[in-house]
């Protein structure tokens, strides 16, 4: 009998707590119950989202009892170019791979999850700092010669168990492996405990395998709207979808007048957006306009803290019982700024003054923790949640819905003569977020560009300030602190800011424990 040329060469990419390890024992368990020699190795990852444990497992697809007591020869590491079957657990994992050359046109079969979990690079921009998933996607059809591409994160939660299960069961259906479905399920018997849920998981997997695996390529998002929204005719249908989640938000946030004046303010912007460019310029007011309608304070950050939904999620996200405790406790540290935005106008002023003078503004951060599962903790968070009432009283919500209005004013007077102008004024609001010190320096970025290249005259020419406030937009989310913002409208001939002064710390030397004679 002809022996096989090679072995199979399995590359699995897993990060942290997802069950990697286990994958790949389950793997050589099938392939021991086949009577398979099989080889495996694994390098760890130096973080979780900085590169993911990767696991390599050979299999020779020949019975040790047909090789006449002779043993393969089996390599340790994967080489680019000579990998059969790639496996990741998130789509970032198999971009990493492709980009390695351990996915080829003529021999790699990938099988990868579409989820993403954010890397660290991409969670601290200022803007939306995401890696295009389509981009990954394309190439992976291009460059795979079968590629299985769907959400296994998601089927696994639906299965009640970890993703490495369905990333098993779509291995399986791949037909990638010289394993039969009965030899994978029986490895996952005889890991033991939770091997029903691994079952459950592992059949979805390899359904969806089987049945072709691949996202499609503009996946429709299940909207968070609520359903009592009710648009006004004048909003183009392309655009109903963003500006009814974005009714949505404000009726969370404050009712359904806030959500009435949502509408009234977005409704002059949209009689002046001729369908350029897709009525780009509505969706893109109607995105930034909510969400900084809806800002953060602690008000709602207290609301969000205690909803039922999240509590429902942290248990999810666990993996707790019905009878097992979860206890969850918030780190906090409301500071000066956080504590005036809910006094009224009138005391709020004198008191940041008085901070700033007596240089205590900076000093008055308390750090707090706060179990929101005991009944203290839950009933002081729910007390200030209580507060939205108020909220139109307050300082921060004169100084926010004051500065709103200059904004949409400065998109609608530059909508009535440059439709392009004014989508890059309405693009301004992606530096309004966050909250405490991201959300002081992004409106402190938000007003340095309004009243020097929107409201000022810098630049008279639309074109070119159009150009200039983009490329000023695009400074300030490169930079927080605003040191390219200041360089791109020296550009423009505004004279930059003096450096912004940082006080010297003097840190007291600890004392060791064992002192050098002099």
Not at 151 to 159: C, E, F, H, R, T
């Amino acid at each position: 009998m002809a022996l096989p040329e090679r072995p199979v060469a399995i590359l699995i990419a897993a990060l942290g707590g997802e069950g990697g390890g286990v994958l790949a024992d389950w793997i050589i368990a099938a392939a021991n119950l086949r009577d398979y020699p099989v080889q495996s190795t694994s390098i760890p990852g130096v973080a979780q989202r900085t590169g993911a444990t990767t696991y390599y497992v050979e299999i020779y697809p020949a019975k040790l009892s047909e090789l006449g007591g002779k043993r393969p020869v089996m390599t340790l590491t994967p080489a680019p170019s000579y990998v059969d079957v790639m496996v990741a657990s998130e789509l970032l994992e198999a971009a990493r791979a492709m980009q390695n050359g351990f996915v080829t046109r003529d021999r790699t079969t990938l099988v990868a999850s579409t989820h993403r979990i954010y890397t660290v690079a991409e969670k601290m921009q200022m803007g939306d700092g995401r890696f295009d998933d389509e981009v990954v996607l394309k190439a992976a059809r291009a460059l795979a010669k079968r590629a299985v591409l769907f959400d296994m994160q998601a089927q696994a939660q639906a299965a009640g168990t970890v993703i490495s299960a369905v990333m098993f069961g779509a291995l399986a259906g791949s037909g990638a492996l010289p394993l039969s479905r009965g030899e994978c399920e029986a490895a996952i018997r005889a890991g033991g405990k939770g091997a029903e849920a691994s079952l459950k998981g592992f059949a979805a997997g390899f359904d969806a395998a089987a049945e072709g695996g691949v996202r499609p390529m503009y996946e429709e998002k299940r909207s968070r709207a609520s359903p009592e929204v009710k648009l006004r005719p004048l909003f183009p249908a392309e655009t109903r979808a963003m500006v009814r989640e974005g009714a949505s938000r404000c009726i969370d946030f404050q009712g359904r007048r806030y959500a009435i004046l949502y509408f009234d303010r977005l409704e002059p912007i949209a009689n002046l957006d001729h369908a350029t460019d897709g009525f780009r310029l509505t969706i893109e007011t109607a995105r930034f306009l909510a969400l900084w309608m809806c800002y953060e304070d602690v008000i709602r950050v207290a609301d969000l803290k205690t909803r039922r939904s999240r509590f429902e999620r942290i248990r999810e996200e666990v993996q707790a019982e019905p009878h097992e405790p979860v206890r969850v406790t918030e780190f906090l540290k409301p500071g000066l700024e956080e504590f005036a935005a809910v006094l009224p106008r009138w005391l709020a002023i004198p008191l940041k003054w008085l901070a700033r003078v007596t240089g205590l503004a900076g000093k008055l951060n308390v750090g707090m923790h706060v179990s929101t599962t005991s009944v203290s903790g839950f009933l002081l968070m729910r007390l200030v949640a209580r507060l939205r009432p108020i909220r139109p009283f307050t300082s921060r919500w004169r100084e926010e819905q004051a500065l709103i209005g200059r904004w949409l004013a400065a998109i609608t007077a530059a909508a009535k003569h440059h439709s392009g102008l004014a989508l890059e004024i309405a693009l301004c609001g992606r530096l309004i977020k966050g909250y405490a010190e991201t959300h002081q320096r992004g409106k402190a970025n938000f007003l340095r560009i309004l009243e020097t290249l929107v409201e000022g005259r810098a630049v008279s020419e639309a074109d070119a300030r159009a150009k200039a406030i983009s490329a000023a937009r695009e400074s300030a989310l490169a930079d927080p602190e605003g040191r390219k913002l200041e360089e791109s409208l020296e550009a423009q001939g505004i004279p930059p800011l003096p450096p912004r002064p940082k006080p010297i710390k003097f840190m007291r030397r600890p004392k060791t424990e064992n002192r050098k004679a002099a």
